[in-house]
Structure formats: C-alpha cells, structure tokens
C-alpha cells in the first residue's frame, strides 16, 4: 500500500476537496498517513487569497523538497487549490521538484496526470478550467469530512 499525505490550506471547500482526491487515488493504492515523511506521495492543496498563505505554501514545498530529496527523488509531489490555478507552471519554474500542478477544476484527472508521470509523457500542469464538471467521474465519497 502506498502511502498519501495531503496537507490542506484555507476554507472548508478545501478540507472537502482534500478528501475527495483521496477517495479519488485510493483504487490506485494510496492510504492516508499522517506526516509527510512516511508518504509516498505529497499533495499540498492550497488556498490564494492572501499572499502569505502563498507563501506559506512555497515554505512547505522547501520542506517536502528537503524530504524528497533524502529518498532519492521517489515520492510525488503536487500542489492543488487555487494557488496551482493562480501560479500554475510557475511553481514548477520555482520548485522544479514539484511533479504534479493541477487547479481545482481538474482532480478528476489525478490518476491520469500520475499514470503519465510514470510514463514520462504529458502535462504536468492541469490548472485551466475546462467546462467538465470536477467530480462527474469521482468514486462515491468514503471519508468523511463532516463538511
């Protein structure tokens, strides 16, 4: 089983969207953890409205570079919420061992954007927003938020 650590910023709208995206890589194998350094993959999902908590994100990303680094490269790292939309291939540009960028309206495609990763073909960066609905193709909710 690998291991999934999602580190959540900003409104309740997150905290939802954390836990749908863990729902949504759980038939690929991923189990929630608590700390960053047992996981095998990292998502960071963030807020824009202030410009501290941007900050604050590229801080954690310091952090999660430090522990990527430490393992060889071998645990993937995405950045979600609006801050992926707003920045987009800038964080990649400031934090080249980000893996992964996508914005709200594009979690549906975590898997797909994971199964290209690992083939080393396409996009890193989803942050658009494409008229699809974001949780049309999303597995029934498991967890519970109490959102």
Not at 52 to 59: I, L, Q, T
Not at 77 to 106: K, M, W, Y
Request: with cysteine; charged share 30%.
């Amino acid at each position: 089983m690998k291991k999934l650590f999602i580190k959540t910023y900003g409104c309740q709208m997150n905290a939802y969207d954390s836990a749908r995206m863990a729902d949504l890589l759980a038939p690929l194998g991923y189990a929630g953890t608590e700390t960053p350094e047992d996981a095998d993959m990292v998502i960071l999902n963030t807020c824009h409205i202030r410009e501290r908590a941007v900050e604050k994100v590229y801080s954690e990303l310091g952090r999660i570079r430090k522990l990527k680094d430490g393992r060889d490269g071998r645990m993937l790292v995405a950045v979600a919420g609006c801050t992926a939309q707003a920045e987009g291939e800038e964080i990649i540009a400031r934090v080249p061992a980000v893996d992964l960028v996508v914005g709200p309206q594009s979690y549906h495609r975590l898997p797909e954007m994971i199964a290209r990763l690992a083939r080393g073909a396409g996009e890193r960066v989803e942050a658009d927003f494409p008229a699809l609905e974001k949780f049309d193709t999303l597995p029934q909710a498991v967890s519970d938020t109490g959102v």
